[in-house]
């Protein structure tokens, strides 16, 4: 990497941080760091949702609201006019709310004024209820109630966004809220894009990637040119990149649909923005493209609802397992120091989701000595770098417990595509390298098991054959992947793994 492109991603430190899951300083010179210059690369597991935020926010000021009825319930001694009051009121507020984009937390509006829109939003909302509420019952027995909810309620709703807004910019400043982006194609639309971009400070567009060598300028709106297509392809920068946007001329169909073919084998979302588009299409395609995809190529769609699930399914069982295997995993680390010299567990450099480095922790079944971290040399039947013990916890595989730390830290799941060493080999060739859509397993997190693991596809992947037979495996189960279905490889992994005895683990 050039000197003027060097990061802290190439510093020691730096790499210790990525391995434990942590942010990255993002520490370019200045001259190729670009406008958007976030203070941290977060991976893009570690992203939130903005569609998600919304709905708890939403639903904190729902319960905001609930506990202000309740007092003014309370204080009315009970009265029907109270219930009126708070019931009409918080369903009146909560559309107020959401009609005067108070959920919006844009970057470019301070607390201030996020109390301002709230206030607003309560203002109308409340009256329009008060006015409701009038008209069918005298004030008699309405004001005495809205004396007490009104103030109860306001003070409330702009403590909570005050809660709100301080959470968001921590998550901004952390680098987890705003998506990352790269776009392929230094075109008009692109330009725009940027330009679009650094007015709401909604994305952060990392950089540029154009194949035109000779046209290609040095960068557009301060976003620095990168390299070409290839260099996209290779850059580590990516596993923290949430999205690859192509924007190409609308002519040019050939070169749209080879550039889709290259970068298919990545794990990033793809989606095309047209240059040469209208201005309101172009205008349009900049507002959502923080959001939702344009025009989705590749990659697999975001399903927040469905990730939120399956991360509390991971916490949840993995604690109740972890309790559980507690007790097997100290007997098993006493039997490894009783039976060879060296520590008790043994860390390895994986894949995990997007193509990031992890740190995966198992215990050791193999001689210090032998120890292989980038999987060199894949394990065979009789293996005389096994230890003794290590030949029961690996047919068992008790050797992967310690890996549940890695779902309880988000670097993993309970289920998913199993994570393969970086650099693993099969024969003398990167297993990677063999599978055109190699990648396209690291489009989830990978998982302690898994639907290949359950047909039989464990352990060394020997052939190419082997390695194909893997991918279609892991692509399948994400395609397919649901609750239910992760329940059910839970339900039979450990039978599928006890009842095989010819697999070479």
């Not at 935020?53 to 009825?69: E, K, M, N, S, Y």
């Not at 995990?352 to 198992?362: D, L, P, R």
């Not at 394990?379 to 068992?396: L, M, N, S, W, Y």
């Amino acid at each position: 990497m050039p000197a003027e492109e060097t990061s802290t991603l190439d510093v020691p430190h730096a790499r210790a941080a990525r391995a434990a899951g942590e942010p990255i300083p993002l520490q370019l010179a200045s001259d190729r760091r670009g406008p958007f210059r976030p203070r941290v690369l977060a991976p893009t597991r570690l992203r939130l949702a903005g569609r998600l935020i919304t709905r708890l926010f939403q639903g904190g000021d729902a319960l905001a609201l609930g506990v202000a009825g309740w007092i003014t319930h309370m204080q009315a001694a009970g009265s029907g006019a109270s219930l009126s009051v708070a019931a009409a009121g918080a369903l009146s507020v909560m559309a107020a709310l959401s009609l005067f984009n108070a959920y919006v937390f844009s970057a470019r509006n301070g607390l201030l004024r996020q109390l301002a829109n709230v206030s607003i939003a309560f203002a109308i909302g409340g009256s329009v209820a008060v006015l409701a509420l009038l008209a069918v019952s005298g004030p008699a027995a309405l004001v005495p109630a809205m004396q007490v909810w009104t103030p109860v309620a306001w003070a409330l709703l702009c403590a909570m966004h005050t809660a709100w807004w301080l959470h968001v910019r921590s998550w901004r400043a952390s680098g987890r809220l705003t998506p990352n982006v790269v776009v392929v194609g230094a075109t008009g639309s692109a330009e725009r894009l940027i330009a679009a971009m650094l007015k709401t400070r909604e994305v952060n567009i990392l950089g540029l990637f154009d194949d035109r060598a000779a046209r290609r300028p040095r960068d557009i709106g301060g976003v620095p040119v990168l390299g070409d297509t290839q260099a996209l392809l290779d850059h580590r920068i990516m596993p923290f990149v949430d999205r690859i946007v192509i924007s190409v001329p609308s002519a040019a169909r050939a070169r749209v649909a080879e550039l889709i073919e290259r970068l298919r084998v990545l794990p990033n979302e793809v989606t095309l923005l047209l240059d040469g588009e209208n201005a309101a299409h172009e205008a349009a395609a900049a507002e959502r493209i923080a959001d939702v995809p344009l025009a989705r190529l590749s990659g697999v769609p975001a399903n927040e609802a469905r990730a939120l699930l399956k991360r509390a399914q991971d916490l949840v069982i993995g604690t109740v397992a972890l309790i559980f295997a507690l007790p097997i995993m100290v007997v098993v680390a006493f039997a490894i120091r009783l039976d060879s010299p060296g520590p008790i567990l043994f860390r390895q450099r994986r894949h995990g989701f997007n193509n990031e480095e992890i740190v995966v922790w198992k215990f050791r079944s193999m001689k210090v000595e032998a120890t292989d971290a980038k999987a060199a040399r894949q394990v065979t039947a009789d293996d005389d770098r096994v230890t003794r013990v290590g030949r029961i916890i690996r047919k068992t595989s008790l050797d992967e417990l310690p890996q549940i730390f890695n779902v309880l830290s988000g670097q993993m799941s309970l289920v998913g595509p199993r994570p393969h060493a970086i650099g693993m080999k099969t024969g003398e060739v990167e297993s990677a390298k063999l599978v055109a859509e190699y990648a396209h397993r690291h489009r989830m997190k990978p998982g302690m098991t898994g639907w290949a693991a359950i047909h039989g596809s464990r352990g060394p992947v020997a052939t190419p054959e082997d390695v194909a037979r893997r991918v279609a495996y892991d692509v399948e189960y994400i395609e397919r992947q649901s609750f239910w279905l992760d329940m059910w490889i839970m339900l039979v992994t450990v039978p599928c793994l006890l009842g095989d005895s010819e697999a070479v683990r």
